[in-house]
C-alpha cells in the first residue's frame, strides 16, 4: 500500500521572524507554478526548498545531529553487507541497496525530484558528476552496479560497502586497466545488470559537464545494450544550483560530508533522458550522451509527475516502514 507523506509540522518557535504572508515569507519552489494541481509531486520538497529564517536550527547543530544519525547507519550497512548481504538474491540485495541508499538522503536532508524513468532491462547509465552523493542518488531510484575509480576502495567505510555491492573498480591511469574495465561492465550487462558509470572521469562543481571519455562505453556496444543517459543537478534553499554538494578540488570527504551535513537543503534534479540504441562507435555514443545531458540541465526542464509520484511513494512507504 502507498503511503504519502506532507511535509514535516513543526511546532512554533518564540524567536523572531519574518511576518507570516508577509513580504519576507518563504516563497514556494519556482519550479512548483509550472505544475498543474494533479501533477503536484507526494513528496512535497517546498518546506525544503523554503529560505531559511531566524528560527531554523544553527549550522553547527543540524549538522552533528545528521552526522551522528549517518554514522549509525554507516555502522548498519557494514554489518548487513558483512552478514546479510551475502546470502540474498539478486532482486532482495537491489532492494536492500536501493532502502538503504534512500535512507541515508533522508538522513541528509536530501530531497529528489525525478523527471523520466528507467525503462526495465539491462543498460549502461551514464550521467554527469557533481559528488559522491550521485551513486546513492541513482541507487535510490534504481540499483545498480557501479563504476568508481580504484582510489574508492581507500575511503573509510564507504568504500569497503562498495566492494562489497557489485562495484566494478577502474585503475586510474591505463588505456589497458580501461578495456579491462570495459570487459567487466559487457560482462554484466550480459547477466542483465544495471551498471552505472560517470565518463566525465572526475567530478565538477555542477556547473558544467567535462568532456567525456568513451573507453568505458565500449562495454555497452560488446554487449549490444542501450546507454541511458542522466542529467544530475543539485539545487540551494534559493531553488538554484547550489555547489554545496560537489566533492572536488582539495576538499576531503569527511569536509564534503559535513557541509553536505550543515547545509539547510539541497533537491537533486534527476533528468532520466532517452536512450541511445542506435550508435555504432563508443565516440558517438560519448558525443551523443554529453549533449543530451548538457541540453537537458540548461533547459531546466518539467518534472514528470509520473515518475516523481512513483518515487516519492516508494519514500513513503520506506519512511512508514521505520
Known amino acids: 500500500m502507498s503511503v504519502r507523506l506532507a511535509p ?3 511546532k512554533p518557535m518564540a524567536c523572531a521572524g519574518p511576518p507570516k504572508g508577509g513580504p519576507d515569507a518563504a516563497k514556494p519552489h519556482p519550479g512548483r507554478a509550472s505544475l498543474s494541481p494533479e501533477q503536484v509531486p507526494a513528496w512535497n520538497h517546498d518546506h525544503l526548498l523554503a529560505p531559511a529564517n531566524g528560527c531554523s536550527l544553527p549550522r553547527v547543530t543540524r549538522g552533528a545531529f545528521r552526522m551522528l544519525r549517518v554514522g549509525l547507519h554507516l ?5 548487513t553487507a558483512a552478514v546479510f548481504y551475502p546470502l540474498l538474491d539478486r532482486p532482495k540485495r537491489l532492494e536492500l541497496k536501493r532502502r538503504w541508499s534512500a535512507q541515508l538522503l533522508l538522513m541528509l536532508g536530501l530531497g529528489c525530484r525525478v523527471a523520466g524513468a528507467f525503462p526495465s532491462g539491462p543498460r549502461l547509465v ?12 541513482l541507487n535510490s531510484i534504481s540499483p545498480a552496479a557501479f563504476v568508481c575509480k580504484a582510489d574508492v576502495r581507500d575511503w573509510p567505510v ?3 560497502l562498495c566492494e562489497k555491492t557489485e562495484t566494478v573498480f577502474l585503475p586510474r591511469g591505463s588505456r589497458s586497466a580501461a578495456r579491462d574495465t570495459a570487459v567487466q561492465i559487457a560482462q554484466r550487462l550480459t547477466e ?3 551498471v552505472a558509470a560517470f565518463p566525465e572521469g572526475t567530478t565538477s562543481e555542477g556547473q558544467g559537464v567535462l568532456p567525456f571519455h568513451s573507453a568505458l562505453l565500449q562495454g555497452a556496444l560488446d554487449a549490444q545494450k542501450p546507454v541511458q543517459p542522466v542529467g544530475l543537478r543539485y539545487l540551494g534553499s534559493d531553488g538554484k544550483s547550489t555547489g554545496a554538494a560537489a566533492y572536488c578540488g582539495e576538499t576531503s570527504l569527511l569536509q564534503s560530508l559535513w557541509r553536505i551535513a550543515q547545509a539547510p537543503a539541497i533537491v537533486v534534479d534527476v533528468q532520466i533522458l532517452p536512450p541511445i540504441t542506435d550508435a555504432v562507435h563508443r565516440r558517438e555514443l560519448s558525443s551523443r550522451s554529453r549533449e543530451q545531458i548538457v541540453a537537458a540541465l540548461a533547459g531546466g526542464e518539467a518534472i514528470s509527475a509520473a515518475s516523481a509520484e512513483a518515487f516519492n511513494e516508494s519514500l513513503g512507504e520506506l519512511v512508514a516502514a521505520q
Open 8 to 10: 514535516p509540522t513543526r
Open 75 to 79: 555502522g548498519w550497512g557494514v554489518a
Open 126 to 137: 551514464v550521467a554527469n558528476h557533481v559528488s559522491w552523493l550521485d551513486i546513492f542518488v
Open 158 to 160: 564507504i568504500g569497503w
Open 192 to 194: 542483465g545488470w544495471l
